[in-house]
């Protein structure tokens, strides 16, 4: 079953390569406090029924490109996300994450199950940890 997700802000940042699942309010304030001031995180979040996603895609050094998730999904035991680039960058030869922050149902992440990653089509092995 494939479930939608909602992207509540996105732009670069320095953090590291992959998704961190953070399933409550007081999870999200401790990440959010080491965030630079331009990530937008005052979003609205419905914690009985959703999540943050924070996906930090591979390094790039194009500004303007932005993270999308073209697939949430749980056939079975495991979560897959499916992420990639849209838009177009400017080289600015400054190396970059290009970042977002999504909020998503609960229900597949419900017992912080395996996650399967591919980026823009490939299997991508980055890491996955949740703050519960």
Do not use: C
Not at 15 to 31: I, R
Not at 94 to 101: E, G, I, K, L, R
Request: hydrophobic share 40%; no cysteine; net charge negative.
């Amino acid at each position: 079953m494939e479930h939608p997700t909602k992207i509540e802000w996105a732009g670069p940042t320095n953090l590291p390569d992959g998704v961190t699942v953070l399933l409550s309010a007081q999870a999200w304030e401790g990440f959010r406090a080491g965030l630079p001031s331009t990530a937008r995180t005052g979003f609205a979040v419905d914690w009985s029924k959703e999540v943050v996603l924070v996906i930090a895609g591979r390094e790039d050094s194009e500004l303007g490109k932005r993270v999308r998730v073209s697939r949430l999904a749980r056939p079975a035991d495991q979560v897959e996300l499916d992420l990639v680039f849209e838009g177009p960058g400017a080289d600015v030869s400054m190396p970059n994450h290009p970042t977002a922050f999504a909020t998503a149902p609960a229900a597949p992440f419900a017992g912080q199950p395996a996650v399967r990653l591919t980026w823009q089509g490939q299997p991508w092995d980055a890491p996955v940890k949740y703050l519960p």
